[in-house]
């Protein structure tokens, strides 16, 4: 089945300990998208890639690093700077500039202790 | 300019009852405006969109209203269900534009 596989679904750290999120797509987009999912704040745009090796910051960048090597994937490390790591996060791709839908993952909650 | 506020945070309605989530929204450049549905533990997955050359647009019991003038637009869910039970989120983008802008969400509760 074609969709966006995030993993894994739950993840435990300790302070001060980088984490990556893996998101991986078989639905050939060329767009991929990081959102953090807060109650009462919406989905906010950390990073997102239009092409292989290129990305740009979202609104809420700070304390996060992403690649895209392959078309396919799209890793998210969460970085010791990032303040409030604790939350919810949703990788999404898209396809043509002319479709506007996101296709989201399952999402990845992250708990820092 | 680039926020889209999005009303009320969470919604409890009566089975069968109407459930109505309003969004605002500043660019006047906006012209793509989509509602997502995700169930808990999930992602949002879109449910019905709507682009400002029409003012109304129905699919089954899920209703967009738009309103060009007034910078607002409406999902109106007819005959709620309790399978309805969501969180509700509006978003708006630009055509081409690679970024979507999302609302706050609304936590939609439909009593049996």
């Known amino acids: 089945d074609g969709g966006i596989t995030q993993s894994p679904k739950y993840l435990f750290r300790k302070e001060g300990q980088n984490v990556t999120l893996s998101c991986e797509q078989n639905l050939n987009h060329d767009a991929m998208y990081w959102y953090r999912q807060d109650p009462g704040q919406g989905l906010r745009l950390i990073y997102y890639s239009q092409i292989v090796n290129d990305f740009q910051k979202g609104d809420i960048a700070e304390g996060y690093s992403v690649s895209r090597e392959k078309k396919e994937s799209f890793p998210l490390t969460v970085t010791s700077a990032q303040k409030n790591p604790t939350a919810f996060y949703l990788c999404?791709?898209?396809?043509?500039?002319?479709?506007?839908?996101?296709?989201f993952g399952e999402g990845s909650r992250l708990t820092v202790l | 300019q680039q926020q889209v506020k999005q009303s009320p945070q969470s919604l409890i309605v009566q089975k069968g009852g109407i459930s109505i989530i309003n969004c605002a929204y500043e660019n006047t450049a906006f012209d793509y405006f989509p509602w997502y549905q995700q169930f808990p533990g999930k992602g949002p997955a879109l449910l019905i969109a709507i682009r400002p050359d029409v003012s109304e647009k129905k699919e089954g019991r899920f209703t967009i209203s738009f309103n060009k003038s007034a910078k607002q637009f409406s999902l109106h869910i007819m005959d709620s269900q309790p399978g309805d039970s969501a969180t509700y989120f509006c978003a708006a983008s630009i055509q081409g534009a690679q970024k979507l802008v999302f609302g706050q969400g609304t936590r939609l509760t439909i009593n049996p």
């Open positions: 999404a791709s898209r396809g043509g500039r002319a479709s506007g839908e996101l296709f």
